[in-house]
């Protein structure tokens, strides 16, 4: 089969029939008014949804944004003093039904940026905190998933307070509501729709909003049981698959176990990863790892170090079996943008980019 | 003209240039014809909503593609609401579209079969290139990769393509699951 009668096969699977469009009797008109009807304000752009934010996040392969998250994390110096007292006390069953055992330490600059964050717990049994990103920035995400119903957590900084509430009002009529004995309002985005916006504190406001199907009763019954807790009771409160500074050596271990390590490569660093889900985390130790051999391919190329050229060539292809990448793939692109940057480099095809593609610092 | 005016223009421009594109675009990517209307709105909603982000035309078109992309992967994953807006194109979508299986062409549910067995980014680069027609520095905006990274795939999209339509196409009538067709991992 020549490309050309494979390219009319595909074309000819188009599943779109054109004709669709003489039958919508000006829905794409209504359309178009609805959305001309509903309030521009840039700040309320981002959808409050945690999983669109973690995809685009999951996407950094492939942005600048990986390489603006990893500065800011980056940008604060660690001093890992360890912290007596450890874990603290769970406030309940449900979301914090925590992996982790016994003592544990946190660095200082970890339980500054816990004290900056919400550390916002829903108190209840059966919610478990599937999604983490954005802990050690002044901008974040917490997802509680109990079965179908999910609960996000969306922290701003205190600025874009008045924007975004702007924009709510547009929503619906706000209802003064209080969570954990603090003010908030809240929206009705449709019956089964809600979100809460807390009033600023500690520099930061919070939007609780919902995700499946919830009733207007359910969504007061569980924000009766969202409570504030300190920054150790809340770190010890994310599940074994949420990766907290505690759990970063351990996940560390896992990770690198069949990667090999370029030189140079601190381990001991990536306690400044602050806390993350499972695959962010991937992303930003593979992209340590694969930036720091990208590094001494190119330092090697230009001191004519062959030896040292293969290693790094080697270990870049290696990428391909890197068994946290394949867990990764099912979950977002960062495995196919390491991959396909890797090969580049190590075939000496291309090096344009690679620092925006992989994050590198 | 005030400013506000123009840009409202500019929007419904925007918008009649663009509809049926990205309306084909979601329908051809989602299971159930009605949900492309979910798409199509939430997708020129954040376009209204960062209309300042939007860039000049001619490269306006490629930019909601990529907006629709994320929408897209956030539907697959259950994670796009049904909003406030666009129910009455659900309900015309859905009036609109009676699809007889029978009627459909074997050669062409094979190839569709074929497709869903491709990796996300493979069949990307394939559909974008024949459905939506766009070239490889377009489809290169929209996936966020360099224009040599979309022709090197291409080509491999190609040959993993022809690995998985040629047997099946050998003998004509040759019955295939027509289920395949939509394949969860779509949205990844």
């Known amino acids: 089969m020549t490309d050309e009668h494979l390219d009319r096969m595909v074309r000819d699977a188009d599943p779109y029939r054109p004709d669709v469009i003489t039958h919508l009797d000006g829905a794409a008109q209504t359309l178009l008014e609805e959305i001309m009807s509903t309030p521009t304000l840039e700040p309320a752009a981002e959808p409050p949804g945690t999983q669109s934010r973690r995809r685009v996040v999951s996407r950094l392969a492939s942005a600048s944004v990986a390489a603006a998250v990893l500065a800011v994390v980056l940008g604060v110096s660690v001093v890992n003093s360890d912290q007596p007292g450890g874990g603290g006390a769970s406030p309940g069953t449900g979301a914090t039904s925590s992996g982790a055992t016994g003592p544990v330490s946190y660095s200082a600059m970890v339980l500054k940026a816990a004290e900056e964050s919400p550390r916002l717990l829903i108190d209840q049994p059966g919610w478990k905190a599937t999604t983490v990103y954005g802990f050690a920035e002044e901008e974040g995400t917490i997802a509680f998933r109990n079965e179908e119903r999910e609960l996000a957590m969306n922290w701003y900084p205190a600025g874009q307070y008045d924007g975004y509430r702007q924009d709510r009002l547009h929503v619906s009529k706000p209802e003064p509501v209080k969570v954990d004995g603090w003010a908030g309002e809240l929206f009705r985005y449709s019956a089964s729709d809600f979100a809460v916006m807390l009033r600023p504190r500690d520099g930061s406001f919070v939007e609780l909003r919902t995700g499946g199907d919830w009733t207007r009763d359910e969504f007061d019954r569980v924000l009766a049981h969202v409570v504030r807790v300190d920054a150790r009771t809340w770190l010890a409160a994310l599940p074994a698959e949420i990766v907290t500074p505690g759990r970063v050596d351990e996940q560390a271990a896992k990770v690198l176990a069949d990667v090999p390590l370029p030189p140079g490569f601190d381990a001991a660093a990536l306690g400044t990863l602050g806390t993350n889900d499972a695959y962010q985390f991937g992303a930003r130790v593979t992209s340590r790892v694969g930036c720091g051999w990208i590094a001494e391919w190119l330092r090697a190329k230009q001191a004519g170090d062959d030896a040292a050229l293969k290693r790094a060539g080697d270990a870049l292809r290696s990428s391909h079996s890197w068994k946290v990448l394949h867990q990764m793939n099912d979950e977002g692109d960062w495995p196919e943008v390491f991959w396909e940057t890797a090969d580049k480099v190590a075939a000496g095809e291309s090096f344009a980019g690679y620092r925006d593609a992989l994050g590198c610092e | ?188």
């Open chain 2, 1 to 188: 003209m005030s400013s506000g005016t123009e840009h409202e223009d500019r929007f419904r421009r925007v918008y009649a240039a663009n509809f049926e594109p990205l309306l084909a675009y979601a329908m051809r990517r989602v299971e159930q014809p009605e949900d492309a209307a979910d798409v199509v709105a939430e997708t020129f909603l954040v376009a209204w909503r960062r209309s300042r982000e939007m860039p000049p035309e001619p490269e306006v078109r490629l930019w909601l593609h990529g907006v629709a992309r994320r929408v897209l992967a956030n539907h697959h994953r259950g994670g796009l609401r049904r909003g406030r807006l666009g129910e009455r194109l659900r309900q015309r979508l859905r009036a609109a579209v009676t699809v007889d299986p029978g009627s459909e062409v074997p050669e062409r549910l094979t190839m569709q079969a074929a497709l869903a067995r491709l990796g996300e980014l493979d069949r990307e680069v394939l559909t974008l290139t024949f459905w939506e027609g766009l070239e490889p520095r377009e489809v290169a905006t929209v996936l966020h990769v360099s224009p040599a990274a979309v022709r090197t795939r291409l080509s491999r999209a190609r040959a993993r393509l022809r690995d998985l339509v040629g047997d099946d196409l050998g003998p004509p009538g040759h019955v295939l699951d027509v289920m395949a067709a939509q394949a969860p991992e779509e949205g990844r």
